[in-house]
């Protein structure tokens, strides 16, 4: 085999936000599409499937041999997981060839449920590197959605040490976070990106000064169309196109340029990137993460060009492609007619009647193609027709219709689902007591006053800030290969220091912890919103967990377990790798706390400079519970998270007072 043919094709998937886009899918190429229920996807305002419109998609797409993902993948809650394990289990039932999941004790439960059905790790789980993958593994997954960040040459690395597949996506819309990382539709607008009604703040104008860019948060859309023979060559198992909110045009023209692409194992030619483009696009593409090129040439809206650019598609009519069989009928004096279908893998039979004497016409291979090769509407073509028969005979044209309608409802047997074992679901609940403590994390050392060190039971820093006021660090939300070994090296010398605890965003930072000899914390990042999560993340050794900032006082209380609730702080709302900075401020600023993000409404959003020129964009107002202590107590909130960004001392010792007062903070706050 030639070195041109060394590496087999990655798979094609592409998105199916309706009926017409999965026909328009089917059209363009693809090997799989992705798809979403009526529940638990992040596509909540797709047309999406349900009931029996899921199974005949399933069905559908089965005959083309195309596999069908199925999207659960929002975060639920204890009350919600029976109904999600419901969902999965109906699912399995249909045939979907995999889930894709973003909440971790939803896969538990999943897997302890129907531990025959394949899981995918949604990139909404933030899987950044080969150890996440790792952890995945032992939780079940057999597939990783890698972080749409992740530039080639981490890639590459993760590809060669995981132990699991791993999916990418390859073309589509850019959120400007990190996947799991964005609250910022959920705590400012209601509508939560991890519940899958994302309003897309993210492509809202901001006013950021003069001369500064008006659309800050906008990226273009991502194309790596130019580099197809690398993808094949890194070895990723499965290529992503983006769109279950788009048209089946985009779709199609989308899928049938890359499927192109792959079968010649090539880049695209500008004119082909032009089509992409004709199809969607946002003033043009980026690949500035893929080759670390990130810089203020990512940005893009869509313009009035681009909108009357893809009104001109042609319109997408149906499907017209054709599923080629190959006919073989056995026509034989005293044996009964048979006909067998085969697409060269698989080959079923069936038997008719036995062929009559013809008194006066007998009939010719010709006729007897003719009647057996009628496909109407079905999906299927003919590929060549064979046949071995005596002269002499005849069979009624009804009885040879019948034949063929038998021998295509046999195919279509043989690839509906078999039978799944499955067991009930049991809900496991961590029986580890939650603490009576509070504790802090601070931006810098400077905020921590002599109050504050009595007042908090632990407190954190960020990870290369530490210093002996500092019981634990915070890791960055984001580790790509290349940055292990840093981490790795910051970690020891925070050890050497006394440090003890590490504050973990994601399951690719838990050997990293785990090596420095340090007690893993769950960070509010690994978005826990239910009981099974809290158990699986314990089970994998992780000490306690500060839950998730989307859950109300009733959902934090059925969590259970040794959990936290933040009760003050400003929430980060998104994790950039894009300097945000550079956009609305000048760069003598990352170190002063000083860039604010405004509105339309005139809010502002702090952005502070977290790790590298990685930026964070924090709440307008901070979440306080100062006044509710009674609330927290009768909920058995009694271990309290505090988060401190751009609070200076005296503000940090205000804040500290009027806990201990029992009293209102004198500024706005958001209430839990």
């Given at each position: 085999?030639?070195?041109?043919?060394?590496?087999?094709?990655?798979?094609?998937?592409?998105?199916?936000g309706?009926?017409?886009?999965?026909?328009?899918?089917?059209?363009?190429g693809?090997?799989?599409?992705?798809?979403?229920?009526?529940?638990?996807?992040?596509?909540?305002?797709?047309?999406?499937?349900?009931?029996?419109?899921?199974?005949?998609?399933?069905?559908?797409?089965?005959?083309?041999?195309?596999?069908?993902?199925?999207?659960?993948?929002?975060?639920v809650?204890?009350?919600?997981?029976?109904?999600?394990?419901?969902?999965?289990?109906?699912?399995?039932?249909?045939?979907?060839?995999?889930l894709?999941?973003?909440?971790?004790?939803?896969?538990?439960?999943?897997?302890?449920?129907?531990?025959?059905?394949?899981?995918?790790?949604s990139?909404?789980?933030?899987?950044?590197n080969?150890?996440?993958?790792?952890?995945?593994?032992?939780?079940?997954?057999?597939?990783?959605?890698?972080?749409?960040?992740?530039?080639?040459?981490?890639l590459?690395?993760?590809?060669?040490?995981?132990?699991?597949?791993?999916?990418?996506?390859?073309?589509?819309?850019?959120?400007?976070?990190?996947?799991?990382?964005?609250?910022?539709?959920?705590?400012?607008?209601?509508?939560?990106?991890?519940?899958?009604?994302?309003a897309?703040?993210?492509r809202?104008?901001?006013?950021?000064?003069?001369?500064?860019c008006?659309?800050?948060l906008?990226?273009?859309?991502?194309?790596?169309?130019?580099?197809?023979?690398?993808?094949?060559?890194?070895?990723v198992?499965?290529?992503?196109?983006?769109?279950?909110?788009?048209?089946?045009?985009?779709?199609?023209?989308?899928?049938?340029?890359?499927?192109?692409?792959?079968?010649?194992?090539?880049?695209a030619?500008?004119?082909?990137?032009?089509?992409?483009?004709?199809?969607?696009?946002?003033?043009?593409?980026?690949?500035?993460?893929?080759?670390?090129?990130?810089?203020?040439?990512?940005?893009?809206?869509?313009?009035m060009d681009?909108?009357?650019?893809?009104?001109?598609?042609?319109?997408?009519?149906?499907?017209?492609?054709?599923?080629?069989?190959?006919?073989?009928?056995?026509?034989?004096?005293?044996?009964?007619?048979?006909?067998?279908?085969?697409?060269?893998?698989?080959?079923?039979?069936?038997?008719?009647?036995?062929p009559?004497?013809?008194?006066?016409?007998?009939?010719?291979?010709?006729?007897?193609?003719?009647?057996?090769?009628?496909?109407?509407?079905?999906?299927?073509?003919?590929?060549?027709?064979?046949?071995?028969?005596?002269?002499?005979?005849?069979?009624?044209?009804?009885?040879?219709?019948?034949?063929?309608?038998?021998?295509?409802?046999?195919?279509?047997?043989?690839?509906?689902?078999?039978?799944?074992?499955?067991?009930?679901?049991?809900?496991?609940?961590?029986?580890?007591?939650?603490?009576?403590?509070?504790?802090?994390?601070?931006?810098?050392?400077?905020?921590?006053?002599?109050?504050?060190?009595?007042?908090?039971?632990?407190?954190?820093?960020?990870?290369?800030?530490?210093?002996?006021?500092?019981d634990?660090?915070?890791?960055?939300?984001?580790?790509?290969?290349?940055?292990?070994?840093?981490?790795k090296?910051?970690?020891?010398?925070?050890?050497?220091?006394?440090?003890?605890?590490?504050?973990?965003?994601?399951?690719?930072h838990?050997?990293?912890?785990?090596?420095?000899?340090?007690?893993?914390?769950?960070?509010?990042?690994?978005?826990?919103t239910?009981?099974?999560?809290?158990?699986?993340?314990e089970?994998?050794?992780?000490?306690?967990?500060?839950?998730?900032?989307?859950?109300?006082?009733?959902?934090?209380?059925?969590?259970?377990?040794?959990?936290?609730?933040?009760?003050?702080?400003?929430?980060p709302?998104?994790t950039?790798?894009?300097?945000?900075?550079?956009?609305?401020?000048?760069?003598?600023?990352?170190?002063?706390?000083?860039?604010?993000?405004?509105?339309?409404?005139?809010v502002?959003?702090?952005?502070?400079?977290?790790?590298?020129?990685?930026?964070?964009?924090?709440?307008?107002?901070?979440?306080?519970?100062?006044?509710?202590?009674?609330?927290?107590?009768?909920?058995?909130?009694?271990?309290?998270?505090?988060?401190?960004?751009?609070?200076?001392?005296?503000?940090?010792?205000?804040?500290?007072?009027?806990?201990?007062?029992?009293?209102?903070?004198?500024?706005?706050?958001?209430?839990?």
């Open positions: 085999m030639s070195d041109f043919l060394a590496h087999p094709l990655p798979e094609l998937l592409c998105p199916a309706s009926p017409e886009a999965l026909d328009a899918a089917i059209e363009g693809a090997d799989a599409v992705y798809l979403g229920g009526t529940a638990f996807n992040a596509r909540m305002n797709a047309h999406n499937f349900g009931g029996d419109a899921l199974r005949s998609a399933v069905l559908r797409a089965h005959s083309y041999g195309v596999k069908v993902y199925l999207t659960l993948n929002t975060l809650t204890d009350r919600e997981l029976p109904a999600f394990v419901e969902a999965a289990r109906d699912a399995a039932s249909i045939g979907v060839d995999a894709i999941v973003a909440d971790l004790g939803g896969a538990a439960a999943i897997h302890r449920a129907i531990p025959s059905l394949e899981l995918h790790a990139t909404q789980m933030s899987g950044h080969a150890s996440a993958a790792l952890e995945l593994e032992k939780l079940g997954f057999s597939r990783m959605v890698i972080a749409r960040e992740t530039p080639a040459r981490d590459f690395e993760t590809v060669k040490r995981s132990p699991l597949e791993i999916e990418m996506f390859i073309h589509g819309a850019l959120c400007v976070s990190h996947s799991g990382q964005c609250l910022f539709s959920s705590l400012v607008g209601g509508r939560s990106g991890n519940r899958g009604e994302c897309q703040p993210c809202l104008p901001f006013s950021c000064g003069k001369g500064k008006e659309y800050p906008s990226l273009k859309d991502l194309s790596l169309a130019a580099y197809v023979p690398q993808l094949i060559d890194c070895g198992k499965s290529l992503k196109i983006e769109g279950r909110m788009k048209s089946p045009e985009y779709v199609r023209d989308t899928a049938r340029i890359w499927r192109r692409l792959l079968d010649e194992r090539r880049g030619t500008p004119a082909e990137l032009q089509e992409l483009a004709n199809a969607f696009s946002r003033g043009g593409f980026t690949d500035g993460y893929y080759k670390e090129t990130i810089g203020h040439g990512m940005l893009g809206t869509r313009s681009d909108k009357a650019t893809s009104r001109t598609l042609i319109p997408f009519t149906g499907l017209t492609k054709k599923i080629p069989l190959q006919f073989s009928l056995s026509f034989k004096k005293d044996i009964p007619v048979s006909l067998s279908l085969s697409d060269g893998t698989r080959t079923v039979r069936v038997t008719g009647e036995v009559q004497a013809a008194r006066t016409a007998p009939m010719s291979q010709e006729q007897l193609e003719r009647s057996l090769t009628k496909l109407g509407g079905t999906p299927y073509g003919v590929q060549r027709f064979d046949a071995e028969m005596d002269d002499g005979l005849m069979l009624p044209v009804s009885l040879l219709n019948d034949l063929r309608r038998r021998a295509i409802a046999a195919w279509e047997e043989g690839s509906a689902p078999c039978e799944v074992e499955s067991a009930p679901y049991k809900p496991q609940r961590s029986q580890t007591p939650k603490q009576n403590i509070r504790t802090a994390r601070f931006y810098t050392p400077g905020q921590i006053t002599p109050l504050a060190r009595e007042f908090f039971d632990r407190i954190y820093l960020p990870l290369g800030k530490e210093d002996a006021q500092a634990g660090v915070v890791l960055p939300a984001v580790i790509f290969e290349h940055e292990c070994p840093t981490v090296e910051m970690l020891q010398r925070a050890a050497d220091l006394g440090v003890r605890y590490a504050l973990v965003g994601n399951l690719g838990l050997s990293l912890v785990k090596d420095a000899d340090m007690i893993p914390v769950g960070d509010f990042r690994c978005n826990v239910n009981g099974e999560t809290v158990c699986a993340l089970k994998m050794g992780i000490f306690s967990v500060i839950l998730s900032p989307e859950l109300s006082l009733p959902q934090a209380r059925d969590v259970g377990g040794n959990t936290a609730l933040i009760v003050y702080g400003r929430i709302l998104m950039v790798e894009k300097c945000v900075i550079r956009e609305i401020a000048d760069c003598n600023v990352c170190g002063s706390n000083r860039a604010l993000l405004k509105d339309r409404r005139g502002t959003f702090p952005v502070l400079r977290e790790w590298e020129h990685r930026n964070v964009i924090y709440n307008s107002l901070p979440t306080s519970m100062s006044d509710r202590g009674a609330q927290l107590t009768a909920a058995n909130l009694t271990a309290q998270h505090f988060l401190f960004s751009v609070e200076s001392a005296d503000e940090v010792d205000l804040i500290i007072k009027a806990w201990k007062s029992g009293n209102a903070l004198p500024f706005s706050v958001r209430r839990i």
